[in-house]
């Protein structure tokens, strides 16, 4: 069946420094999702992406999806210790379902 | 907040017993999915409901099953608990039934079987 990998599972960073979290689909994918959970909390939307080569930005966050649509990334620049959490990124391939992958928790050390 | 609910907070049941999960979705939203977090893991799906019709399902026994009622709000029952059903249960609402709609999810329910 359709996977989701991410990678690194987990990455410490001083505050400044950037951090790239990587997904890698089995299958390509219609769109990805990107989530951030928080410690003990629940998954919050971050942004979508649809099309092949997408780039968005949020302020410091930075989210590309890969020509052939079967990887996406991450990348925060100038981190802080409010980025903290483990982000998510969730594919789905044109049903209802969506995979999420495995996860890269950030530590973000002041 | 997302104006996604769901209760109970926590719960503790032993194995063999039956659970229910209750989730109220955000106001103008038809489709829920309820997700299956084990610690340190991502979110696995189990089904998703639109407009009280089953919409689809992961790879989850039959013995997860699901409501969806006229208001959109919705349930998850476990029956037979195991050991390896304690996780986090999510759920998601959506706009409708279309797969790029954002879902937005509630706190969760830590669920504990022991």
């Known amino acids: 069946g359709q996977q989701v990998m991410q990678i690194p599972q987990y990455q410490h960073v001083q505050e400044g420094e950037d951090f790239t979290t990587y997904c890698n689909s089995s299958t390509t994918l219609s769109n990805i999702q990107w989530y951030k959970q928080r410690p003990g909390g629940h998954p919050v939307f971050l942004i979508q992406l649809v099309k092949s080569g997408e780039v968005k930005k949020q302020k410091r966050l930075t989210f590309q999806f890969g020509e052939a649509k079967k990887n996406s990334s991450l990348h925060i620049t100038a981190t802080q210790t409010t980025d903290v959490g483990t982000y998510f990124c969730a594919g789905n391939s044109g049903t209802y379902k969506y995979i999420f992958g495995t996860g890269t928790r950030l530590k973000v050390l002041a | 907040e997302t104006g996604v609910t769901q209760s109970p907070t926590h719960l503790i049941k032993t194995r063999g017993q039956q659970v229910t999960l209750r989730c109220s979705s955000q106001?103008?939203?038809?489709?829920v999915s309820w997700y299956q977090q084990a610690l340190g893991q991502g979110p696995q799906f189990i089904f998703q409901y639109y407009r009280e019709e089953e919409n689809g399902r992961g790879n989850f026994p039959p013995r997860f099953s699901g409501l969806q009622f006229p208001n959109y709000s919705s349930e998850l029952n476990v029956n037979a608990l195991e050991l390896d059903d304690s996780a986090l249960y999510l759920c998601?609402?959506?706009?409708?039934?279309?797969?790029?709609?954002?879902?937005?999810f509630g706190p969760g329910t830590r669920l504990t079987v022991l």
């Open positions: 998601a609402s959506s706009l409708g039934g279309d797969n790029t709609d954002t879902q937005y």
């Open positions: 106001s103008g939203h038809n489709t």
